[in-house]
């Protein structure tokens, strides 16, 4: 999943990133390169993920 993810990312052109940063209310002014959109795009999936994991934590010690 991840993997196709980042695949799917990195096959985007530079205007595409922009656009989907700019989509989400994403600053990304001040990245210079298509390695950067990336990483913020990366490190944005990531910690989406990881809060999906805690909700998920948090729900199954209610459920306990």
């Known amino acids: 999943e991840d993997g196709g993810r980042r695949a799917a990312l990195e096959a985007m052109s530079t205007r595409q990133l922009k656009g989907a940063l700019s989509a989400m209310g994403v600053p990304h002014e001040h990245c210079l390169e298509k390695s950067e959109l990336l ?3 990366h490190a944005l999936f990531d910690a989406a ?3 999906s994991a805690a909700g998920r934590d948090f729900v199954s010690l209610l459920e306990a």
Do not use: E, I, T, Y
Request: glycine share 0%; charged share 15%; no cysteine.
């Open 39 to 41: 990483a913020l795009l």
């Open 49 to 51: 993920a990881l809060r």
